[in-house]
């Protein structure tokens, strides 16, 4: 079983920055992929950047240029750096792990951590 524990998030001013850190526990396949997602209030949980074991890295339209996605697999830890915060960044940010296998794929969640981008 994986357990996945965020950490990071908080209230900051907009054009602010925030680093957010996932501690992954239990074991961690080179092939699963690692990331983050988000879910704002009355709306659907959406992609917000994702990193291989290899550092192939994907990021949502509306974070390119401003985040940053990265890993250590060394720790089994992934980070998310952002910076230029915005109001419309406000969500609970939860880091995701995909485990893909034969019959498909499984996906494990941290608990989230709230980020609030407002003056």
């Known amino acids: 079983q994986v357990q996945l524990v965020e950490s990071g998030g908080g209230l900051v001013q907009p054009g602010g920055s925030l680093r957010l850190s996932c501690a992954a526990s239990g074991r961690i396949f080179s092939i699963d992929t690692m990331g983050w997602y988000r879910q704002a209030p009355g709306k659907q949980r959406e992609l917000v950047a994702t990193?291989?074991?290899?550092?192939?890295?994907n990021y949502a339209d509306s974070v390119k240029g401003r985040f940053t996605v990265s890993r250590d697999n060394t720790k089994n830890m992934v980070y998310l750096q952002m910076n230029s915060l915005k109001p419309e960044d406000t969500a609970v940010y939860y880091c995701?792990?995909?485990?893909?296998?034969?019959?498909?794929?499984?996906?494990?969640w941290g608990q989230g951590t709230q980020v609030t981008v407002s003056s």
């Open positions: 990193v291989t074991s290899g550092g192939s890295g």
């Open positions: 995701n792990v995909k485990r893909r296998t034969v019959g498909g794929s499984f996906d494990y």
